[in-house]
DNA sequence: ATTTTAATATGATATATGTCATGTTTTATT
DNA sequence: AATAAAACATGACATATATCATATTAAAAT
């Protein structure tokens, strides 16, 4: 199992933060975990333990509405850390996170957590910014789902993804999502996403490759009305 | 002018993890502000330099959207402090902050808040917890957006407004809105949202005493399909 | 007190989106 | 390879909500 002070992916979370001491420390007592697409890492209303810290791959974090859908109020990939927000509030989740391609995972205890956040300041500034950023996020989403028509929020969440996930090397969208994913995202029927999806593609704003999307007109996406 | 140390509104949000000292300090350094109803505290944009802690009142956060309508994001009342996620991530704000009646605030410049950060790992805790709740609250937001509709937040809204903000002697809601502001809150058009409230009021689930809103069926109102 | 302005209310209609039905294509399973 | 099961696609129609128009009432301003 790797060490988590040589780990690079570090970098990206608010682990970055903790001194070589903090590391050496929780890399003795993390679990390193493969998680297979369509797994689900914890449900709604589990008790979370610890976060996860993504090694590799992405996963989806939805809530169950009472109308039967799954809202996906969120994504979390490869750098990010997974259950931050449940361990700190110490309530149950209110959120599920299910893999959406197979996955790599470290899971830190709670009590590591926990000591470093009451112990570094930087380190708990990290995490307080990390949520703050999220909140902001949040205030974004909020805004468009109330003013937005589910086209807008499709063409946005096709330029998000493109600009936050990437892409594979032939132009599609590295992330594999379902219809029912997308209206997951956007909160809407799927019939309607897909829908929306075959009209952008007759539009010529993105093609299709097996499974995959492509984007092929970035800029007319954006400024869909 | 008042003195933190000895203020009863700390007891209320993050401030209470400060010693004795700390609040000395910010005491010492912090200004008082009467803000009339209506008056806009900071805009969108706005760089802020500090926190607003509110001893009395209440205000509306809100953003504006690309379609000239000014989602209602969260609403902060007495005892909460304001700007705090702007301040931390050292971004300009997000929002508009817009009194709703007149309140009474105390504005602690960046600097004294960030010296506590770093130095009294209680406090920021606390003020994890504090935008941990809330990235809770916005994850409920946007599955309510999401997935119902307009009848069904307008309920929760009034709900939400009842047990939070409470009633005056008279049963009525304490909070005064107008109806754009419930259907900027609920994200919808103000004529719907005059529609569902009037609705509401046919059905004996609510009643108005002048610009007052009374809630008559709480119950009836939790179960709004 | 009168006028002006803003807020509330309601009808008529347009539009976006949801729902149900059905067909086709793709992916899993035997 | 054949069958079953998902996922995707599209039409027809229902419904919720937006928009525009126009009253009515309440609040400000003169």
Redesign the interface.
């Known amino acids: 199992m790797g060490k988590c002070e040589q780990c690079i992916i570090k970098q990206f979370n608010s682990l970055k933060a903790l001194t070589k001491e903090e590391l050496v420390r929780i890399s003795g007592c993390k679990t390193s975990k493969k998680i297979k697409k369509g797994e689900v890492i914890f449900e709604e209303g589990e008790v979370l333990n610890g976060v996860y810290c993504v090694r590799d791959g992405i996963c989806k974090l939805s ?1 169950l ?3 039967g ?1 799954d ?1 996906i ?1 969120k994504m979390v990939v490869k750098g990010q850390l997974l259950g931050q ?2 361990l ?2 110490e ?1 149950s989740s ?2 599920q996170a299910t893999a959406l391609n197979d996955m790599e995972v470290c899971f830190i205890p709670k009590s590591e957590i926990f000591a470093d ?3 570094n ?2 380190f ?2 990290e ?3 990390d ?6 996020d ?6 468009n ?4 028509s589910v086209r807008q929020r499709l063409a946005e969440t096709l330029v998000y993804i493109h600009k936050n996930f990437g892409t594979n090397p032939d132009g599609t969208l590295s992330v594999l999502l379902s219809r029912e994913d997308y209206a997951n995202i ?3 029927a799927t019939e309607s996403a897909i829908r929306v999806l075959s009209q952008f593609k007759k539009e010529g704003f993105i093609s299709t490759v097996g499974k995959y999307i492509k984007i092929e007109d970035l800029a007319s996406l954006k400024r869909v009305e």
């Open positions: 809530k509405s009472e109308n859908k809202q109020v927000r449940s700190i509030s309530e209110n959120l956040l009451h112990n300041p930087k708990s500034f995490v307080l910014q949520m703050a950023h999220d909140l902001r949040s205030d974004d989403i909020i805004v789902m109330a003013q937005k956007v909160g809407t």
